[in-house]
């Protein structure tokens, strides 16, 4: 019997990576990041689960006249955002979309604290980014799955709890409910190169899930997806976060996507980047007839004037 059939979560080569520093850096890489290391916590481990985490007041993410210049005073110096002013609640979903370019994914990375603004404050749970990036404060899932080969599908989802310390025990537990969480329980022992393309990605949003992040910041996760994958990964995305009561920042070039996930949709101009206006969206609880909902098409149609610059709320 294969280590496969057997279920057994050994990884494939012998771990390179046991130093938490470094496997942090292997999780930064895989976020196509380079940015400082942090150091694990010592001593206790941190709790993973809602229960007995104290409800914290305030917004989710707070971004107040953020600027971001690439390579100031360089000749290729490229204004990437200006003066964006954003603010997500607890629990609220909130979408990016935009033209190519126009810095969605760079207003992400700000927020991740992988790259740094150059005016104006960014606050992710009444902290610094910084502050919330050392204090592990949220998951990210990128386009790429980005999950380590070598390493079985458990043991990816178990990445961030090892940098949290938790027990192997504990770690095993919680990538299991987590994996099932995600309809993966079966694959448990696999290797991401035995999965396929959403089956990847759904790994990835376990293991952006598993530390049971207060924030989630996706950028075009399901991007790659045929159609029908997409649409079940999104409704399985809804009922997580709102079991959960997670804030998500979501990335995306599709209207119909961010009109379904969201509670408000923020459409940005080209860049440099700013917000030219915010569309609520209120379809209520989603069913099978949403997507086929006059309230949905409503969205769709504000969200498309929105990033023609025709809808009547748009500033002149
Ligand atoms: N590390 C970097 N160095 C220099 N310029 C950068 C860097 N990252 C992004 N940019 C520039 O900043 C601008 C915004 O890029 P960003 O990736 O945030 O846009 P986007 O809206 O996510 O694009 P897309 O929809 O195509 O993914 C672009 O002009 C890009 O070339």
Known sequence: MTEMETGAVTDRTPDAVTDPVQVEAVVDRAAGAVVDRVTPRRGRPAQVGR?????EPGPAVELTGVTKVFNPGRPDEV????????TVG???????????GCGKSTLLRLVADLVPATG??????DRSARQARRELAYGIAFQQAGLLDWRTVTRNVELPLELRGLSRRDRRTKAREMLDLVGLADFAGHYPDQLSGGMQQRVAIARALAVDPPLLLMDEPFGALDEMTRERLQDELLRICAGKGTSTVFVTHSIPEAVYLSDRV?????RPGRIVEIVD???GERTEATRQSNAFFAGITRVRQALRGTSPEAPA
């Open 51 to 55: 229960p007995g985490r104290p409800v």
């Open 79 to 86: 204004t990437a955002l200006r003066g964006v002013d954003l």
């Open 90 to 100: 607890r629990g609220e979903f909130v979408s990016l979309i935009g033209p190519s």
């Open 120 to 125: 104006g404050t960014v606050r992710v749970a």
């Open 266 to 270: 923020v459409v940005m101009s080209a």
């Open 281 to 283: 969206v209120a379809l």
